[in-house]
């Protein structure tokens, strides 16, 4: 009986312990997760795909397509200098839909914004085929030379 009344103990000490340690645990991760909320509550900013679900899917294909040819985009020596030229464009064109992103935010959604913004992509998308064309020209030209030098 005097062992059955030690591991009572024992077990009710464990409980308090615990008990006290997760009470202490609690505080610290609600804390955690305020911080957390309050920081990307300050951050967050809207973006063309946040205003509707179907102009979120334009953005989506935008810029899926336009990260794909740029992935495919072959550099060389060759053509390196048409390569920049095309890709401080694309740059500039960036920086443009940026600040159009930043007036969606500043002024509210309009129709004007929406469209310039729609614009954008695609100009990009048009500019990366254009040059994705160019370089094949490119290409195809130094082919026939090389075919030409052999014969």
């Known amino acids: 009986m005097k062992w059955l009344g030690i591991a009572a103990s024992i077990v009710v000490l464990l409980g308090v312990i615990l008990f006290v340690f997760l009470q202490n645990q609690e505080p610290q991760r609600d804390i955690q997760n305020e911080v957390v909320e309050v920081n990307t509550a300050e ?6 795909g ?9 953005e989506q294909y935008y810029v899926a397509n336009i990260n ?7 550099i060389s020596e060759e053509n390196k200098e ?3 030229a095309y890709l401080k464009r694309l740059d500039d064109l960036d920086k443009e839909y940026e600040a159009l992103n930043s007036e969606l935010n500043d ?4 129709d004007q914004t929406i ?14 085929i254009k ?4 370089l094949n020209q490119l290409k195809s ?3 026939e030379q090389e075919s030409t030098a052999v014969m």
Do not use: F, H, W
């Not at 951050?43 to 063309?48: E, F």
């Not at 794909?68 to 072959?74: N, R």
């Open 82 to 84: 048409m390569v920049d």
């Open 68 to 74: 794909y040819e740029l992935s495919k985009l072959e």
């Open 131 to 134: 040059l994705k064309s160019k």
């Open 115 to 128: 469209e310039a913004a729609i614009t954008n992509l695609e100009l990009r998308l048009q500019l990366l």
């Open 50 to 58: 946040d205003l509707s679900p179907q102009l979120k899917k334009v």
């Open 43 to 48: 951050k967050k900013t809207i973006s063309l």
């Open 141 to 143: 030209s130094k082919n």
């Open 107 to 110: 002024l509210g959604p309009n």
